[in-house]
């Protein structure tokens, strides 16, 4: 079984190693790591890896909200698609403190627009829309511990 140890001394060899991106697949624990910067979603704060102003980490003593249990519809004008976290981490709705959510339930997105972010040892992984549609359902409050593929939201497919 992998540990809370376990995570944070591969983190640092990770940073340590001169790697740009690594995938890492220990038990049931997924771990995605990449040094290049972000994409500009808002997120200049988190440019030189250091978490955004206001927000030091996760809140540990906050369980993350359980996953919503609702299953996509596989075809048809209203299809459902979940949008999941890509690793174990902190998701955020909003770009930093007291911004505007990126996006709110109604809202209508387009493919590549970001949603949230996931935050794990003060790197930021931007959660970007696979597909145009409208959002459906929020499953995680902001600022809420997530597992790797935990549902985060739902759009309904355009």
């Known amino acids: 079984m992998v540990n809370a140890k376990d995570v944070s001394d591969i983190m640092k060899a990770l940073a340590e190693s001169g790697f740009e991106d690594a995938e890492i697949r220990l038990d049931e624990l997924y771990i995605r790591v990449s040094s290049q910067p972000l994409d500009g979603a808002g997120r200049a704060d988190a440019r030189d890896g250091s978490p955004a102003p206001g927000r030091a980490g996760p809140d540990r003593g906050r369980p993350a909200a359980p996953p919503s249990r609702s299953v996509p519809d596989p075809g048809g004008p209203d299809r459902l698609e979940p949008v999941r976290s890509p690793t174990l981490g902190t998701f955020y709705r909003s770009p930093s403190p007291g911004a505007p959510p ?3 339930v109604g809202d209508r997105v387009e493919a590549g627009q970001a949603l949230g972010i996931v935050e794990v040892m003060k790197l930021f992984n931007t959660i970007e ?7 459906a359902e929020i499953h995680v409050p902001d600022a809420t511990l997530v597992e790797h593929d935990q549902p985060l939201m739902t759009l309904r497919v355009d």
Do not use: P, Y
């Not at 829309?129 to 959002?135: D, K, N, P, R, W």
């Open 102 to 104: 990126f996006v709110n």
């Open 129 to 135: 829309s696979e597909v145009a549609g409208t959002v």
